[in-house]
């Protein structure tokens, strides 16, 4: 069954929704909008009207979104986002440019991807590039991208994972922070600060056990939940932190950061390039990929 079109709010209503729900005052949301107050309360009203809920309710003097407004704003803003997309791909295009829309790991793409990208991009002139950081896989049909950097197993709902590369750490850390701490063997980093990733808790324990030590003390020290975080923490001397090469390739070589021991080892999850179901043949998408897979070549495996 199909909603007649009088029953489909206009994006400027859902604007007005989006805008006065972020500031929880029509006469703000107005402001922003370059509206009248009365002219946001009535688009208000227009959108609960078609669709047959409440809101917004008066609180105070302030108008504070309803249960059923909390539930519909993720996906308003969503809808507004990719509406934009759209925008922003048709004006690009008008201008002759191809737009290739790539989710990437936020380490990943700041510390590696964009470094090389002017490489692709003059190889592939007319071509637009469009990154936006991603840390979980997603649902391709409502975010729009052409393809995605994935890091851990080659799982991904209505998408095709392509093997890039593994992944191999080693413990690194400040040449001042080791001159202060001075260790000899693997067993002297057992009560030393350690540096952790939030979202991979174990691996100085398993690096600890891969080379035979007791890793009872594996735990303790400082937590981060960005890898990017953690390499600006060994920099500044916090602690040793067990790192992928590939990530501190610069700071290894201007001396910023030092390799305490090598011995590396390689992770579980592996780093893949991900196509959606009906990109696959995608020639940008597809030459984006061989590009990947050509600047990886040996580095990481």
Known sequence: MKLSRTLIPDLSV??????AARHGNFTQAAVELNLTQSAVSRQIKTLEAQLGVLLFERVRQRVVLSETG???????RRLLHQSEEIVVRARTSAHGEHVLSIASLPTFGSRWLVPRLA????????TAINIASRSEPFDFTTEGFDLAIHYGQPVWAHATCTYLCGEIILPVASPSFIQSRPIARMEDLQGKPLLHLATRPKLWAEWFELNGIDW????????FDQIAMIIEAAVRGLGFALLPLY????????????IVFNRPMPTDNSY???LPEGKQESSLGKAFQ????????SRFS
Do not use: M
């Open 119 to 126: 490489d692709f991009l003059r190889r592939h002139p007319g």
């Open 70 to 76: 909390r539930t519909l704003l993720p996906d308003i």
């Open 216 to 223: 009872e003390n594996a735990y303790r020290g400082n937590r």
């Open 247 to 258: 990530l501190i390739e610069d700071e290894v070589a201007s001396g910023k950061l030092q």
């Open 14 to 19: 859902l604007q007005a929704f989006e805008c």
């Open 290 to 297: 061989r590009w990947l897979l050509e600047q990886v070549g």
């Open 272 to 274: 893949y390039v991900v």
